[in-house]
């Protein structure tokens, strides 16, 4: 008689081997490419442009305004220079999406954001501290840089 072990929902006969997933856990394989199409069908429906360098970035400009989506898996960023615009544009996402407003930017992939007098700064400190505890090298002193500073490179086409 074999020797089986369940894990997760699936069989497994041969133990310590690595097993291909023929189906997704989570539902569809394409589903949040699916989630992605939709919202930005949506976006570009209520006159959002899709950035062509950047997919994930929608915007739209008008006379009078100017308003930024960004999009990344299930984080949505929202900036314009016209506040009710961006309440509106929150009421409507969230008649067809269901989002949860998580208020003012603080952190957003690495990267932390803060608001300034003079505009908005951002700052990658948590990231790289995670990055260098992850490593064992939270208590390694900082050193100067190998390279030559400040020289003067100049490209030429071949």
């Known amino acids: 008689m074999k020797k089986c072990i369940w894990n997760l929902g699936f069989k497994i006969e041969k133990p310590n081997?690595?097993?291909?997933?023929?189906k997704s856990l989570y539902g569809l394989k394409k589903a949040s490419r699916q989630k992605f199409a939709k919202f930005s069908?949506?976006?570009?429906?209520?006159?959002?442009?899709q950035s062509k360098s950047d997919y994930s970035l929608f915007i739209r400009k008008t006379k009078n305004n100017f308003t930024?989506?960004?999009?990344?898996?299930?984080?949505?960023?929202?900036?314009?220079?016209?506040?009710s615009k961006i309440?509106?544009?929150k009421e409507v996402?969230?008649?067809s999406f269901k989002i949860k407003d998580?208020?003012?930017?603080?952190?957003?992939?690495g990267l932390e954001v803060a608001r300034l007098n003079k505009g908005i700064h951002l700052c990658q400190r948590n990231y790289i501290?995670?990055?260098?505890?992850?490593?064992g090298m939270i208590?390694?002193?900082?050193?100067?840089?190998p390279l030559m500073t400040n020289n003067n490179i100049i490209f030429k086409d071949a």
């Open 93 to 95: 996402l969230n008649c």
């Open 68 to 83: 930024v989506i960004l999009v990344y898996v299930d984080a949505i960023i929202i900036v314009g220079d016209c506040l």
């Open 139 to 145: 208590s390694s002193e900082p050193c100067t840089t």
């Open 102 to 109: 998580l208020r003012k930017l603080k952190y957003f992939l």
């Open 17 to 22: 081997k690595i097993c291909k997933l023929t």
């Open 41 to 49: 069908s949506f976006l570009i429906d209520i006159d959002f442009i």
């Open 129 to 135: 501290l995670d990055i260098l505890t992850g490593t």
């Open 87 to 89: 309440k509106r544009i």
